[in-house]
């Protein structure tokens, strides 16, 4: 069985988890809309991946939607006194799929009181407030009404803890001068680095970052360097790309999802994957040739 206590632990807000956990959106079925192919494969999923020490799970209620909670409540209620489940808010599913903002504060408070329901909780961990400015990455915009609200059900007792997720770094300013934020989740890895001073500050500031998309945004040249590192080290690139991002900064929490029990041992055994400075140095010419590209 995997080791993912070897990734190291942080601080995430007043609890601490450990550095690899995992991502529950893959459990929905296509397109994250509608209920998964194997039901029974999911829920074992879930189990394997707290069976193998995992204890920070992240998912949302707009991930089927309601599918992925509704899931977990199912494999894992009651949870381990240990498990921290982050959720997300802000957005919402249309009828074809589609992914749309829901900022309201009667949008949000719903999303909050789904959320709860459909875990089985009388208050959740953290929540983090997707912005939604543009879908497809972070935009320029003010959040202090969405987060206001927010903060607003934090202060009646049904989230513990905020964070921010497809923000600017002017946007994280903006939100820690309205609440205590506890983690940044957006897009960052290997050969996307647009967050690389964020990361740092954030890692200054004791302030947990998630990326998501490990192997997102490669292009042929880069996964091509990838795949002939993982070859040598006798690994996954999926392994290689999470160890690095391990190795990148002591605040990176790690939540690759997957909706196969075998790619979940495998991405768990990245915790184990120590790279060396030559490898670390070869790897991170992939961000640099991007931004010269």
């Not at 934090?154 to 600017?168: D, F, M």
């Not at 042929?220 to 006798?234: C, H, I, M």
Request: hydrophobic fraction near 45%.
């Amino acid at each position: 069985m995997n080791d993912v206590s070897r990734a190291g632990t942080y601080a995430l807000g007043d609890r601490t988890v450990k550095r690899l956990g995992y991502g529950a959106m893959q459990l929905a079925g296509p397109h994250v809309f509608g209920p998964p192919k194997d039901r029974t494969c999911a829920i074992n999923v879930l189990r394997e991946a707290v069976a193998s020490g995992v204890n920070h799970i992240d998912t949302s209620d707009f991930y089927g939607p309601h599918v992925t909670n509704q899931l977990i409540k199912e494999a894992l209620h009651p949870y381990p006194d240990d498990l921290v489940i982050v959720t997300k808010i802000g957005a919402k599913r249309g009828a074809d799929a589609s992914w749309n903002p829901a900022f309201s504060p009667e949008e949000l408070t719903r999303a909050i009181e789904d959320n709860l329901h459909n875990l089985g909780v009388d208050v959740l961990d953290v929540v983090n407030l997707r912005i939604m400015f543009d879908v497809h990455g972070p935009a320029e915009g003010f959040i202090e009404e969405p987060l206001a609200v927010l903060a607003n059900l934090q202060r009646r007792g049904l989230v513990r803890h905020i964070g921010l997720s497809n923000v600017t770094a002017s946007q994280v300013a903006e939100g820690r001068s309205i609440a205590d934020i506890v983690c940044v989740q957006n897009a960052y890895n290997l050969a996307h680095r647009v967050d690389e001073a964020l990361v740092d500050e954030l890692a200054a500031a004791g302030t947990a970052y998630v990326p998501f998309f490990p192997l997102g945004g490669f292009k042929p040249l880069q996964s091509t360097t990838l795949f002939r590192v993982a070859e040598r080290l006798g690994a996954t690139p999926m392994q290689v790309a999470l160890a690095w991002l391990l190795r990148r900064a002591p605040n990176i929490l790690l939540i690759p999802g997957t909706s196969s029990v075998e790619h979940l041992r495998e991405n768990l055994a990245a915790a184990a994957l120590m790279l060396p400075d030559d490898v670390m140095a070869e790897l991170d010419q992939l961000a640099t040739a991007s931004a010269e590209s």
